[in-house]
């Protein structure tokens, strides 16, 4: 999809931006991820015995796929509220930095913080990978409304996705649905790859994939974390060294 000149007048009003947002939805192949991954989310919730209300509502609220499989699981498990509540916090925190990373795209000196808070809970990798595509070429006061069209978009994908996946739970093997799961990390990483403009990003995603298998080594449960954290710093140290190399 091609979006509109940052001048043209089809930009003008935040309802058309909202719109143009609901279209950029089916121009990313990660809607088509999406509806795949929460296919199966709906069929686990099925599976675990929680009723369609609750998968929608975890759907909505919690919006992160990783993490509804958490609740989902140690809930199903017999894990208490807490525990669980614990468990989706820990793996919450990984959006946390795309949040800090999507704000300054969208953010002019009119923002008010109440005009993020929407923003904040759509950001997820789907959103974040997605920004950093279309947003160059929003204008800048029309992005909060473009972003919030296309996550409305993306939920709306997944909230269809939940349902159908919750429906067709009995006709779904086990080998499809772990296939489905495994689809969306796959796609992340491919769209992070496409997205990567500076060698520092294209450093960090090598750096990750190379240094994860040491990391399994480990056993420390948090083998992704502790690859992503070396990978991210040593790609951070080498842009910093060619900044001053060129400087000099």
Same mark, same amino acid.
């Given at each position: 999809?091609?979006?509109?000149p ?22 990313? $192949?990660?809607?088509? =991820? ?6 199966? $989310? ?7 015995h929680?009723?369609? @209300?609750?998968? $929608?509502?975890?759907?909505v ?7 509804? !499989?958490?609740?989902?699981s ?6 208490t ?18 949040? =800090?990373?999507?704000?300054?795209? !969208? ?36 992005? $909060? ?45 491919f ?15 090598? @750096?990750?994939?190379v ?12 083998? !992704? ?24």
């Amino acid at each position: 999809m091609t979006l509109p000149p940052l001048d043209s007048p089809q930009w003008h009003g935040s309802l058309k931006a909202f719109g143009w947002g609901l279209r950029a939805t089916s121009a990313t $192949i990660l809607s088509v =991820v999406l509806f795949v991954t929460f296919i199966g $989310i709906g069929a686990l919730a099925h599976d675990t015995h929680f009723s369609m @209300l609750w998968a $929608i509502l975890s759907t909505v609220l919690v919006w992160a796929g990783p993490a509804q !499989i958490i609740l989902v699981s140690t809930l199903g498990s017999g894990q208490t509220i807490l525990q669980s509540a614990i468990a989706v916090t820990m793996s919450a925190i990984r959006l946390f930095p795309m949040v =800090v990373a999507v704000l300054p795209l !969208i953010r002019s000196p009119q923002t008010k913080r109440r005009h993020l808070v929407l923003i904040a809970h759509f950001t997820a990798v789907t959103l974040w990978v997605e920004c950093y595509r279309f947003l160059p070429h929003v204008p800048r006061e029309r992005r $909060i409304a473009f972003v919030h069209g296309l996550g409305t978009g993306l939920m709306g994908v997944a909230l269809v996705a939940t349902i159908i996946g919750y429906l067709l739970a009995a006709n779904l093997s086990q080998t499809f649905g772990a296939a489905v799961l495994l689809l969306t990390p796959l796609a992340f990483l491919f769209s992070t790859l496409r997205n990567a403009k500076e060698l520092a990003d294209v450093l960090a995603l090598g @750096l990750g994939l190379v240094l994860y298998p040491v990391a399994a080594q480990l056993n420390s449960g948090v083998d !992704i974390l502790v690859s992503g954290v070396v990978a991210g710093t040593i790609a951070f140290g080498a842009h910093k060294w060619r900044e001053r190399q060129g400087q000099a």
